[in-house]
């Protein structure tokens, strides 16, 4: 688990690619002196689970079903990333619980100055556009890995706003990015957790009005006039 506060931006210096995995090499000074082996690191949002140290760098392995979801698809060598090691009971929660499981991918659709500040639209690629209902304005988005908030949402157009200050800007992958790049979605774990809780609430209401439905159709007229009423 992580918090959305990006530790620093870290190089791909290395991409292997197999069957259906890639084996990927990072240059994080700060989070590979804190790491080991089997210790999850966020790379652009994703958690992944270091395999080999050496010095500076890490090596991890991406599966098939994170690659379709995320934009490690695209990444090579010389790409900045932002990374996070996992935290701990003693780490300070300064942005929101992430988890690391990236949902889809999204494109910046614009950038606009406001005052000091830098407005980024985001568009959900609309194969998952359904996870709009996740980001609710004011809310927490996981972009790449860093956790910010929501000025602005358009749902029916899978169209979402972050406002970014010069520091973020500057410590962070999506300041470095222009219109029509893509970047890691991570919504917020709770409302999920919400939702499928009232599906099950939901499905439990249908079962019993069915039961109480089936048990009433059992006495029908017919029944009444055999047995003399």
Known sequence: MFTGLVEETGKIIDIAKKTASIEITIRGKKVAEKAQIGDSIAVNGVCLTVTKLNGNDFTADVM??????????????????????????????GGHLVMGDVDCEAKIVSITDKGIAKVYEFQLDKNYKNNMKYIVEKGRVTIDGASLTVIDVDDNAGIFSVSLIPHTIENITVGMKKTGDFVNIETDLFGKY?????????????????NKKEKKSNLTMEFLQKNGF
């Open 194 to 210: 919400v939702e499928k809780i009232l599906k099950f609430d939901n499905f439990e209401n249908e079962e019993k009005n069915q």
């Open 64 to 93: 098939f079903e994170t690659i379709e979801r995320s934009g490690l698809k695209r990444a090579k060598a010389g790409d900045i990333v932002n990374l996070e090691k996992s935290l701990t009971l003693m780490t300070f929660l």
